[in-house]
């Protein structure tokens, strides 16, 4: 029984013994990689050995600022090479306009399979965005998809889809009369996320879920779960092994599963229908699956589209307009400007036509200004192909690499007065000419730029439009610009706004 117990002792003795040395081994090898391969690089101090500056990151979130924030710092700190550690792994920032134009535009780094495939295309094991648009990592795969899909998004084919913005924001201002004429307080970062919604399920899918009426319904409710499990994926990267996490992501699998077979139900009905019938859909939805519809793509490889369309495509427009209209009440020459022009344009119409967008100037430099504030995807993300020289500094290969059209929006050394809301600063730019796309891109740069960029301005600006012509809107106390980070940018204060009907 002793010898036994001795035995068991021993043992004991050498696993702590063998953990200690993989816990010296790990030691050494964070030092190589801060104080060798990456010493070179710019950046702030550690504030952890083994959390790196992940501390300072939640310090200033706990100070009400966001990360692009800290990293804008740090930029004007460091330079515009910046390294910032989180944990173990090394995260280089970039805010050179001619650096990032290399990396995006010219030398056409790939994107990072450590982000996009444990956040994207599976979360938490599961299948979420699978290889979608935004998700393959494979070129040739992806260019062949890429201009199988680029009609559908083209004006030509956007401008048969003005029914579905209009008729969505009908809807939405229907319900926020009834807001208005019982005198209560509306969140609007919330009804702006409904009515986008409802725009991708009408618009890009042919399918009506009711989403505004009813902000309880299920599929409401798992994309807010899934929205909530990315961003835990992102910020912790040690999620596969922390089993404390293991309750909130099965609800996020469970949500995924939801999604996916919604998005499976409607592809498949919608596939019957037109072996039955030649009737034509006036959406996307009908496009993919007669138009642009590649034989090689299985059923799974559709709904990957169906989910990332709408979590890339409602999500980050309600950031654009909520973030719009906080900016317009708080700077009220501006609002009054923009309130100005929608009356001008529409008149006594209820529509926006498509020959109306044009003639919303002031709004489109409003929005414009909105994205160069507020980019709804702050960074973009890739990865080095091998050992290359960004700026001065040699970059080892297989470095993640990301370059933000947050900080670059922000920037002091590119924009006069970079904090302001100033949206005549785009009355002389000549659509854009004169600032440069490495210092503004709120849509990312190069081949894998966004490709619903058009469908997303010309719904920003409809139902912008429609909702200014038709309330006065005051905003509440205490609303103030903080953001909260969820994949896209959000209000953290939601904009509480209180209604009335204009007099048109």
């Not at 029984?1 to 001795?6: F, G, P, Q, V």
């Not at 702050?378 to 050992?387: C, D, K, L, S």
């Amino acid at each position: 029984m002793i010898y036994l117990s001795n035995l068991i002792l021993q043992l004991l003795l050498f696993i702590l013994f063998l953990l200690c040395i993989l816990l010296l081994l790990f030691s050494l090898y964070i030092l190589y990689l801060r104080r060798i391969k990456y010493g070179h690089l710019p950046g702030p101090k550690v504030s952890s050995f083994f959390k790196g500056n992940f501390p300072d990151i939640r310090k200033a979130l706990s100070k009400g600022c966001s990360s692009f924030e800290f990293i804008l710092d740090c930029h004007i700190k460091y330079g515009d090479i910046v390294v910032i550690w989180l944990f173990f792994l090394p995260w280089v920032n970039v805010a050179d306009p001619y650096t990032i134009k290399a990396i995006l535009l010219v030398q056409k780094f790939p994107k990072d399979p450590r982000f996009y495939r444990e956040c994207l295309e599976t979360l938490f094991g599961e299948r979420a965005m699978g290889r979608s648009l935004l998700t393959n990592l494979n070129d040739e795969q992806w260019q062949h998809r890429r201009s199988l899909m680029n009609p559908a998004f083209h004006r030509l084919y956007l401008r048969n889809l003005m029914c579905h913005f209009n008729s969505s924001t009908d809807i939405f201002l229907a319900k926020l009369r009834n807001v208005a004429e019982n005198g209560m307080y509306v969140k609007m970062a919330d009804e702006f996320s409904l009515v986008t919604l409802d725009v991708i399920c009408k618009a890009g899918f042919g399918i009506d879920l009711d989403v505004i009426i009813d902000p309880q319904s299920p599929f409401i409710q798992s994309y807010n779960m899934i929205l909530k499990g990315v961003e835990e994926a992102f910020v912790n990267p040690l999620h596969k092994w922390d089993f404390t996490s293991y309750p909130r992501q099965r609800e996020v699998i469970k949500a995924l599963r939801f999604l996916r077979n919604t998005g499976r139900d409607t592809i498949r009905r919608r596939t019957h229908t037109l072996s039955n019938d030649s009737k034509k859909f006036q959406d996307i939805l009908d496009h993919i699956l007669s138009d642009g519809r590649d034989p090689r793509l299985s059923e799974e490889d559709l709904i990957d589209d169906f989910v990332t369309f709408f979590s890339s495509g409602h999500e980050t427009t309600s950031s654009t307009l909520s973030f719009c209209l906080l900016e317009l009440l708080h700077n009220n020459d501006v609002f009054c400007n923009a309130v100005q022009e929608i009356k001008n344009v529409l008149g006594a119409q209820n529509d926006v036509t498509y020959d109306d967008l044009p003639k919303f100037k002031y709004l489109d430099y409003c929005l414009k200004e909105t994205l160069r504030l507020y980019p709804p995807a702050p960074g973009i993300i890739r990865v080095t192909p091998n050992n290359v020289k960004l700026n001065k500094y040699v970059i080892p290969k297989g470095t993640t690499i990301s370059s933000s059209p947050y900080v670059m929006g922000r920037h002091p050394q590119h924009w006069a007065n970079p904090e302001g809301f100033q949206p005549e600063r785009w009355r002389c730019t000549n659509d854009e000419g004169q600032v440069s796309t490495g210092v503004y891109f709120p849509f990312s740069l190069g081949p894998r730029n966004c490709i619903g960029q058009q469908f997303a301005m010309i719904e920003s600006k409809v139902i912008l439009a429609k909702f200014l012509n038709t309330f006065n809107v005051e905003l509440c106390r205490g609303q103030t610009k903080r953001i909260h980070e969820r994949g896209s940018l959000q209000p953290l204060d939601g904009v509480i706004c209180k209604l009335s009907i204009a007099n048109i």
